[in-house]
């Protein structure tokens, strides 16, 4: 029910786990999925999807976290992948209907929700005050910064740890680091590079799947910031880069610049995570070789660009939990939560600015009823979130 019901981007997905996963059915406490999203935001790769593989590895292990991996990526996976079959049937102007307009209010209340939680047990002192406003106006002025949300929780959990806060005992069971992941991370990498170098220089007559897997299992490994840095890397390497050098180079993977901006602005509306755009570029890329291997560039695309931050987020995580008993690290925590609140508060605002809130047409007022409506709702009641996302796209579809 998340999964299809998660509008909105990385910080608006938080917003949905506190609810859904925390108050509503509590699989992780406040503190816990903080924490998660703190590590997460510190590594490369899709957040939110890594933070919600974390949830499903807290509550069972490795089989848990793969099956939550896969039942969270499908639906926006197969959806984006079957709009690179459709897009030519399409009427693109029918894609900009407004059905999806009052999401981003929605997205507004479901933040001010998760930052009311995370304040109440993260900003209890002065110098976690500061340091919430501190990463509200920093994130707010450099949101479009891949490094920004990082350099943050790092600087925020350097000035907490000059505190004398000291670790309360007993000290946490440590956690065996399963060192598999980062070498069959690493392994992949050197071994998709190795093999798409070979092809391009021995001009493999079906090399395209191979240079895909290759320039995506890299993207989903290095790109910091989430799908808003993911997306323009995806253009300059699909779309502007190959129309320089088609001509020299035959085999390399190109999509037409029209398609994958149609692209990049539907995978805006659809549920889950941003990253599977890569489900509709690998569709795109392999087109041209007919829908069976479209159907597999739509696989490989998925498989790629999630795999990375799977690798990544099981292998950190055990170091991140036996770093904390360190009191380096155990001081740190309590400055990273309050940039996480202060992360949240400024998102929210962020995506206000966006917002029609004040002129005299009826849909300010919807957007701000839906804003302080979301807000109520997941406060004071236990209605599913799914719920409230049918009826903000029901208000959009009518009005």
Not at 189 to 208: C, H, Q, V, Y
């Amino acid at each position: 029910m998340y999964s299809i019901s998660a509008f909105g981007g990385p910080q608006a997905h938080l917003a949905m786990m506190m609810k859904n996963f925390v108050q509503r059915t509590p699989y992780v406490t406040k503190e816990e999925l903080l924490e998660y999203n703190a590590l997460c935001s510190l590594l490369p790769g899709a957040s939110s999807t890594q933070t919600i593989l974390l949830i499903g590895y807290k509550r069972g292990g490795i089989p848990l976290a793969i099956f939550t991996l896969l039942v969270w990526i499908l639906p926006g996976s197969l959806l984006m992948g079957a709009f690179s079959f459709l897009l030519h049937y399409i009427d693109r102007k029918a894609l900009h209907v407004d059905v999806f307009k009052f999401i981003p209010s929605m997205a507004v209340g479901f933040l001010a929700f998760a930052a009311t939680k995370a304040f109440r047990i993260s900003v209890n002192n002065t110098i976690t005050w500061c340091i919430m406003l501190l990463c509200v106006a920093a994130t707010y002025a450099f949101f479009q910064s891949p490094w920004t949300i990082p350099i943050l929780i790092v600087l925020s959990g350097f000035i907490t740890n000059l505190s004398k806060k000291r670790i309360p005992q007993p000290e946490t069971k440590p956690k065996k680091i399963k060192w598999w992941n980062i070498w069959l991370f690493v392994i992949i990498f050197l071994i998709a590079g190795f093999t798409s170098e070979m092809a391009r220089r021995n001009d493999w007559p079906n090399r395209k799947p191979i240079h895909l897997f290759e320039n995506l299992y890299r993207m989903g490994g290095i790109v910091f910031g989430g799908g808003h840095v993911l997306m323009p890397m995806m253009y300059e390497q699909f779309s502007v880069r190959p129309a320089a050098v088609k001509q020299k180079n035959p085999g390399v993977i190109s999509i037409n610049k029209e398609d994958m901006t149609t692209g990049m602005g539907i995978v805006r509306a659809m549920p889950g995570p941003v990253f599977s755009i890569a489900s509709f570029t690998g569709g795109m890329a392999l087109k041209d070789k007919g829908p069976e291997m479209q159907v597999i560039g739509c696989i490989i695309g998925t498989v790629a660009i999630f795999l990375p931050s799977a690798l990544l987020v099981l292998f950190f995580f055990p170091v991140w939990h036996n770093l904390k008993k360190y009191v380096v690290v155990y001081r740190s925590l309590e400055g990273i939560n309050a940039a996480v609140v202060g992360i949240m508060i400024a998102s929210t605002f962020y995506i206000m600015k966006d917002i029609t809130l004040v002129d005299a047409r009826v849909s300010s007022l919807i957007n701000i009823l839906i804003i302080v409506s979301t807000f109520l709702l997941l406060q004071f009641t236990r209605i599913a979130s799914p719920i409230i996302v049918a009826a903000c796209l029901a208000l959009g579809y009518f009005f």
